[in-house]
Structures are given as C-alpha cells and as structure tokens.
C-alpha cells in the first residue's frame, strides 16, 4: 500500500475540518501549512482591495513565509493537497509550500473548499512550484458538511 500524506492550508478552519475526515478516511498522515505570521479576520477580507490575502492574490509571485517547513515528504507516495479557493485558484502559500520540498515521482492530489467556486485556473498556477515528474490529480472541491465515510467512497474511486 502507498503511504499517504494529507497537507493542508486552512485560514479559517474549513479545510482544516475537512482536510482531518480525509486522512482518516484516507488511513493518511496530517500536516498542516501555516504562515509565519496567522492570518487575522481582517486579512481575509477579501472586500478590502488593500486586505493582506488582497495584495497577496493580486502579486501571484509573492510567497508568504511558512512557520515551519517540516513535512518529511521524501517519505510519502501520494500527497493529498488541501486549501480554500481565492480568487478562483490556491493561495500563494501553497506554492511556498510546493516550492519548499523536491514532489518529484510523487502523486500530488488536490482538493479544496470553497464558498462557491470551482479550482479555476488553480493546477496552472500550481505546477510551475512542482518538479516536472509530479503527477498531479485535481481532484474535487468538498463541501465541510462531507462525512468519512462519503470520503472514503470517493477515494475508491481514485486511480492512484
């Protein structure tokens, strides 16, 4: 059996809710992205143009700082990669993430949540941060309310 690694970013909370039904469904590892500096409720206000996750999103080559950078990738096979959508793609602490540890010949499998919006142009955004080699599955945008057991079915399905 592969091993099995569930990474998430979670401003709010969200997808760190969904993010642990996974890795139980998943039999997973957890690890959790965190910036150097938390996000507040202010910077999250995306109505805000000079708000924090704003300027970040407006600046796709900034790369906020990661508090601790020490995911033992090398030891996995499959990395699950979890995030809320912002403005239609992953944060840019994703790609801090992606680009802080070598994916290659590894099997990356993205899900997110969202309050609305599908992954829009997120794998692009996402695989110059990658090895060449990585395979990347973008798989679904879950709702909090999913259950372990819903999440166990869908990942019947994948092909990894």
Same mark, same amino acid.
């Given at each position: 059996?592969?091993?099995?690694?569930?990474?998430?970013?979670?401003?709010?909370?969200?997808? #760190?809710?969904?993010?642990?039904?996974? $890795?139980?469904? $998943?039999?997973?590892?957890? !690890?959790?992205? #965190? &910036?150097?500096?938390?996000?507040?409720? @202010?910077?999250?206000?995306?109505?805000?143009?000079?708000?924090?996750?704003? +300027?970040?999103?407006?600046?796709?080559?900034?790369?906020? $700082?990661?508090?601790?950078?020490?995911?033992?990738?090398?030891?996995?096979?499959?990395?699950?990669?979890? !995030? &809320?959508?912002?403005?239609?793609?992953?944060?840019?602490?994703?790609?801090?993430? +992606?680009?802080?540890?070598?994916?290659?010949?590894?099997? =990356?499998?993205?899900?997110?949540?969202?309050?609305?919006?599908?992954?829009?142009?997120?794998? #692009?955004?996402?695989?110059?941060? =990658?090895?060449?080699?990585?395979?990347?599955?973008?798989?679904?945008?879950?709702?909090?309310? @999913?259950?372990?057991?819903?999440?166990?079915?869908? =990942?019947?399905? +994948?092909?990894?």
């Amino acid at each position: 059996m592969k091993k099995t690694l569930v990474t998430y970013f979670s401003a709010s909370g969200v997808t #760190k809710g969904v993010a642990e039904k996974l $890795a139980g469904a $998943a039999g997973a590892d957890l !690890f959790e992205i #965190k &910036p150097e500096v938390p996000y507040t409720t @202010v910077d999250l206000d995306w109505r805000d143009k000079t708000s924090r996750s704003s +300027l970040e999103m407006t600046n796709k080559a900034h790369r906020p $700082a990661l508090a601790k950078e020490d995911a033992k990738i090398g030891e996995y096979d499959v990395i699950f990669l979890g !995030f &809320p959508i912002w403005w239609y793609v992953a944060p840019t602490i994703v790609n801090s993430f +992606l680009e802080g540890y070598d994916f290659s010949g590894k099997t =990356l499998v993205l899900f997110a949540t969202s309050g609305g919006s599908g992954f829009g142009n997120t794998e #692009k955004e996402l695989k110059p941060s =990658l090895a060449e080699d990585t395979r990347v599955i973008t798989w679904k945008v879950l709702s909090p309310k @999913v259950t372990e057991a819903e999440l166990a079915a869908e =990942l019947s399905k +994948l092909a990894l």
